[in-house]
Every structure is written in C-alpha cells, then in structure tokens.
C-alpha cells in the first residue's frame, strides 16, 4: 500500500503562483512514477504532469511552459509547481503514485494509488 497526503491548494488570481505537494509513504519502493491530475466537475479526470523515477518528464500541453513538476527522492515528495495561472486551471488536483512490482523482470502486479485531491481556484 501507498498513502499519498496533498497540500498547497487554495485561491491565486490570474497571473499568480502556487505550489502543490504531495507525500508518499508505505512501499514506496514500488513506485515508479508520480504525477498530478485534475479534474472539473462533469469531466474526466486528466493528466497535468509526471514524472518517473529517472527524473523524466511528461506535461498536458495546456500546461507547458507554465508548470514544473518535481520530485525529492529522499522526501519521497512530488512538487507542482503552477505559474501564470489561468482560470481555466481551476480544478481539483490529485496526486497520484503509479506502483509496479517486478520479479526479475516480471511485472506481477501494478496499482495506482491517490491522495484526496486539493482545491486550486484561479480568479480573473
């Protein structure tokens, strides 16, 4: 099992910075990626940036140029980083940990864990 605990939501205006973390525990050994999602009401959750355990990077194309994902190893901590925030950033953001477990070079089992998602509100 992987818990996931999100922090750093809240109201910016347009134009305007925030900073969202997310702290893993239990096996987090098994995780082989870390992301950020979010989502609107009456829409499906989407992809905002991830990040793997070699430090590679993917971000929705709304988002580039404007977020930076990060990652602390030893925290066992993914960043958000959201600058030149847009109202249509508004959403809940959920942090997300993707666990692949291998034996030799099996993969036995995955599973993707979730924090309890935060609050970004982006006025205008």
């Known amino acids: 099992q992987v818990q996931l605990v999100e922090s750093g939501g809240g109201l910016a205006q347009a134009g305007g910075s925030l900073r969202l973390s997310c702290a893993a525990s239990?096996?987090?050994?098994?995780?082989?990626?870390m992301g950020w999602y979010r989502q609107v009401p009456g829409k499906q959750r989407e992809l905002v940036a991830s990040?793997?355990?070699?430090?590679?990077?993917n971000y929705a194309d709304s988002v580039k140029g404007r977020f930076t994902i990060s990652r602390d190893n030893e925290k066992n901590t993914v960043y958000l980083q959201m600058n030149s925030l847009q109202p249509e950033d508004t959403a809940v953001y959920y942090c997300?940990?993707?666990?692949?477990?291998?034996?030799?070079?099996?993969?036995?089992?995955?599973?993707?864990?979730w924090g309890q998602g935060t609050q970004v509100t982006v006025s205008s």
């Open positions: 997300n940990a993707h666990q692949r477990i291998v034996v030799i070079t099996t993969i036995v089992d995955e599973n993707d864990y």
């Open positions: 239990g096996k987090v050994f098994s995780i082989n990626a």
């Open positions: 990040i793997t355990n070699g430090g590679s990077t």
